[in-house]
T-cell receptor
Framework: NAGVTQTPKFRVLKTGQSMTLLCAQD?????MYWYRQDPGMGLRLIHY???????AKGEVPDGYNVSRLKKQNFLLGLESAAPSQTSVYFC???????????????FGPGTRLTVL | GQSLEQPSEVTAVEGAIVQINCTYQ??????LSWYQQHDGGAPTFLSY????GLEETGRFSSFLSRSDSYGYLLLQELQMKDSASYFC??????????FGKGTRLSVIA
């Protein structure tokens, strides 16, 4: 049981390049999330998905796109990278946002992205 | 909208007790969660309060007061390995968790 995995772990891009970050979970969770973390800013939600084939915008969605073609995978795309997108990106999953549950989110190890 | 406020940094001595506060603004929520994140690592779940009062899990306890829009995480018998960032988060049910900006705890000898 690997939990939540992210690929790649590190990446350096030049301004204008594109890339896709892959997140995979093997816990059969319905909900998946992409966050970015910058110093002093905490975890900011980029996009999330409440099930296969569905996505929704979070707090900071501009410049990113996502897809959830399979329940276990959630992809984050940067079409034209900018230096402002230099950050650590975390994927997370949960079984429910449920009203009575504690909605524990399981996080992947993160992807450290630098845009030059 | 929803927002949470936490102190940015806290320093405490090994073996002591430390309290990390979290105040929030929301029109409604189901509970307050706490996550721990070591430098270079991923956030991990620590505790959850659905009801007012204290929840205890080993050396860690978490408290919630809905009437005061306030919660805290209490760490007892501090160890050096407790040096990390701690985040409070609001669980509103049908929407993703909303996280505070985190409190960096430094445990000193």
């Amino acid at each position: 049981n690997a939990g939540v995995t992210q690929t790649p772990k590190f990446r350096v891009l030049k301004t204008g390049q594109s890339m896709t970050l892959l997140c995979a979970q093997d816990m059969n969770h319905e909900y998946m999330y992409w966050y970015r973390q910058d110093p002093g800013m905490g975890l900011r939600l980029i996009h999330y998905s409440v099930g296969e084939g569905t996505t929704a915008k979070g707090e900071v969605p501009d410049g990113y796109n996502v897809s959830r073609l399979k329940k276990q995978n959630f992809l984050l795309g940067l079409e034209s990278a900018a230096p402002s997108q230099t950050s650590v990106y975390f994927c997370a999953s949960s079984s429910t946002t449920g009203k009575s549950s504690y909605n524990e989110q399981f996080f992947g190890p993160g992807t450290r992205l630098t845009v030059l | 909208g929803q927002s949470l406020e936490q102190p940015s940094e806290v320093t405490a001595v090994e073996g002591a007790i430390v309290q990390i506060n979290c105040t929030y603004q929301t029109s409604g929520f189901y509970g307050l969660s706490w996550y721990q994140q070591h430098d270079g690592g991923a956030p991990t779940f620590l505790s959850y309060n659905a009801l007012d009062g204290l929840e205890e899990t080993g050396r860690f306890s978490s408290f919630l007061s809905r009437s005061d829009s306030y919660g805290y995480l209490l760490l007892q018998e501090l160890q050096m390995k407790d040096s990390a960032s701690y985040f409070c988060a609001l669980n509103s049910g049908n929407t993703p968790l909303v996280f505070g900006k985190g409190t960096r705890l430094s445990v000193i000898a």
